[in-house]
Nanobody, 118 residues
């Protein structure tokens, strides 16, 4: 059973930084596109950033130039460096391993809370 374990969330003041980590239990980690979603209270889950198996990245417009997604295949870990955090970044952040094919399965972590408040 695939397991994704996130860490690094917490409470931070506006303008501060946090770095989220997500460790994949599977040795096939390097094969997959990985991403981070977030869900704020009362809102739909949205894709924040993704990184391909060759390192190609995508970002939501709302986080461009503030967030950086990266991966370390040797450690089976994907990261989300979040800088210049804003109150509207407050949400539960989820790591996702995207399925390879239409018939495959995407896997999700349990989520980590990020709260930006003074």
């Amino acid at each position: 059973q695939v397991q994704l374990v996130e860490s690094g969330g917490g409470l931070v003041q506006p303008g501060g930084s946090l770095k989220l980590s997500c460790v994949d239990s599977e040795m096939t980690f390097a094969t997959y596109v990985m991403g981070w979603y977030r869900q704020a209270q009362g809102k739909q889950r949205e894709l924040v950033a993704s990184i391909g198996n060759r390192g190609t990245t995508t970002y939501a417009d709302s986080v461009k130039d503030r967030f950086t997604i990266s991966r370390d295949n040797a450690k089976r870990t994907v990261y989300l460096q979040m800088n210049n955090l804003k109150p509207e970044d407050t949400a539960v952040y989820y790591c996702v391993r995207f399925k390879l094919t239409d018939s495959g399965t995407s896997y999700w972590g349990q989520g980590t809370q990020v709260t930006v408040s003074s």
